[in-house]
């Protein structure tokens, strides 16, 4: 018997392939990424059996819990949520890309920790696009000029950007936003100093996820769709 969640897994997937189609796209342009915050291992078990292999944390404790309970599956971490400088040399060797790197001064410590460690980090800048004052991120009027510097920070590979739609907005502003992401992404992205690459959107969640596909998201971070009828 299929359960609940590989079939919501299916749909969420054909969902995307949909958006990514409205969007002149194909659905190997979209990679979904699974939001676990709320589900135990058993249920993250089920999904990675179900083939969804990549997963994000929003809470760096969380996240080094699950990776070692969870260290028999093939899971690629992301993480997702904001990242207390303090936490980024125990949270780097764990995942794939940091979504969430909201601030200068984190650039420069995930540069010094990879830095020491002999590897690079890729990141993505989390840009608050909304305004919001309770929102971390780049003021997407400043993000322009902070990209200018990137190159004094010689171990983090910046891929993108990422973003979160407002918290009270409806889908329609959460287009706006989105759109507004890619346009700021593709300006920048045509001034770029020589090897930083922006190829990456990381943006839209379990409400407006197709809204962000068909507004350029590469990435989308879902995490109540996949565990309806599991969480309430």
């Not at 969640?5 to 958006?19: F, G, K």
């Not at 601030?103 to 540069?111: N, W």
């Amino acid at each position: 018997m299929t359960s609940p969640i590989a079939e919501n897994l299916a749909d969420v997937r054909q969902r995307i392939a949909d958006a990514a189609l409205r969007s002149g796209r194909v659905a190997g342009d979209v990679r979904l990424l699974a939001v676990t915050k709320y589900v135990g291992p058993a249920e993250i078990r089920t999904l990675v059996e179900a083939g969804c292999t990549e997963l994000g944390e929003s809470r760096p404790q969380q996240l080094w819990q699950r990776a070692a309970e969870l260290s028999d599956l093939p899971i690629r971490w992301h993480m997702i949520g904001h990242l207390q400088r303090n936490k980024v040399e125990r949270t780097l060797p764990l995942v794939e890309l940091i979504h969430s790197v909201d601030s200068p001064r984190l650039v420069a410590e995930i540069d010094a920790a990879v830095g020491a460690a002999g590897r690079r980090a890729p990141i993505l800048l989390e840009v608050n696009i909304s305004g919001e004052a309770a929102k971390h991120g780049f003021a997407a009027d400043a993000i322009e000029s902070f990209l200018q510097t990137i190159a004094d920070y010689r171990n983090v590979e910046v891929r993108g950007l990422m973003c979160m739609a407002g918290l009270e907005g409806q889908l329609d502003d959460a287009r706006r936003e989105f759109a507004a992401l890619r346009q700021l992404r593709d300006r920048m992205q045509a001034n770029c100093r020589a090897g930083v690459v922006l190829a990456e959107l990381s943006m839209g969640m379990s409400g407006d996820y197709e809204v962000a596909i068909e507004e350029g998201a590469t990435i989308v971070r879902v995490g109540s769709a996949l565990f309806a009828g599991i969480i309430t």
